[in-house]
């Protein structure tokens, strides 16, 4: 699958994306990002996490289509 990263097409997604965001003044702050060291390391973690469930979820998903 190939995504089109042309200036257009990426201003199509983003104001799609900012369409769908609830940003008025009372909920803009849980859009923030916890940049402390600690909460960087378990977000890195949690992603480390998701992509070894996806890469084992592949293998097990090639088994079978292969079986």
Known sequence: ???DMSPEAVSV???AAADLADLRADR???AKLDMRPSAIS???RQVAQL???CLR???VSGSVDAG
């Open 57 to 59: 979820l592949g293998r």
């Open 28 to 30: 803009r702050l849980f």
């Open 13 to 15: 997604r983003l104001r």
């Open 51 to 53: 992509r070894s469930l």
């Open 42 to 44: 378990q977000r890195l």
């Open 1 to 3: 699958m190939s995504v």
